[in-house]
């Protein structure tokens, strides 16, 4: 099978860390930006650094940018964004994910062809946000509009009870899909360690213990309540 190619344009925070990620999976990455500095700190995680414009057709056209499955654009200028959009577009790139920098931005991104649009700002505050209020909140995942994925500690009352004895799904409507759970164990060097345990779909007897992470999966309305 072949390997997927990705291209990331626009090496600050964002896009760095994003090639990074990417390069440390093992997958091909084209990292992109008119400045030097990043392009020569990242070399060493990615497949191929370039210095170049990405408002510059030939030059995305040479660098095989075309035989990418995958764009992301994290440029920091709103019109140097649209035309790497535009370019990546016309090269045949189906999958193009970019940052933006406002509704604005994300409204032309989408209508020139965006396959999704981020703002890891906004998320980022969200998170910190939902943290502050729910403390207990480790993750919340949104899989459509009406449904959702939350990773919750275990509250005190169903802790040391079976998942049939909780009120959980009956309260709720909440189903517990996995559950997260740190054991400790003895490492290959002889010293105590600990590890993370998941048991998937575990049965209505499976025994709740303190430190629990749940992972539910239900109504977003009903996870807002389990959350409150």
């Given at each position: 099978m072949k390997?997927?190619?990705?291209?990331?344009?626009?090496?600050?925070?964002?896009?760095?860390?994003?090639?990074?990620?990417?390069g440390k999976q093992g997958l091909s990455v084209l990292a992109i930006d008119n400045d030097e500095e990043p392009t020569s700190r990242i070399s060493q995680f990615v497949t191929q650094s370039v210095i170049a414009d990405a408002t510059d057709d030939k030059a995305m056209e040479d660098l095989g940018l075309g035989d990418c499955d995958c764009a992301v654009i994290a440029v920091g200028e709103i019109e140097t964004s649209i035309l790497a959009i535009l370019i990546a577009k016309d090269l045949g790139i189906k999958n193009i994910i970019v940052k933006c920098l406002s509704n604005w931005h994300s409204k032309i991104a989408v209508k020139l062809g965006a396959s999704q649009v981020i703002y890891p700002e906004l998320e980022m505050a969200k998170k910190l946000v939902a943290n502050l209020i729910s403390p207990n909140i480790l993750e919340h995942i949104e899989l459509s509009k009406d449904y959702s994925i939350v990773e919750i500690l275990a509250p005190a009352?169903?802790?040391?009870?079976?998942?049939?004895?909780?009120?959980?799904?009956?309260e709720f409507g909440a189903n517990i899909i996995a559950i997260k759970r740190k054991v400790p164990v003895i490492n290959k060097d002889g010293q105590s360690d600990i590890k993370e345990e998941i048991m998937m779909v575990p049965g209505p007897n499976y025994e709740i213990k303190q430190n629990d992470v749940l992972v539910t999966v239900g109504r977003t309305d009903m996870m807002e309540k389990l959350k409150g």
């Open positions: 390997k997927k190619q990705f291209a990331v344009i626009g090496l600050g925070t964002f896009g760095y860390n994003v090639a990074c990620e990417l009352k169903y802790r040391n009870k079976a998942i049939k004895d909780t009120d959980i799904r009956s």
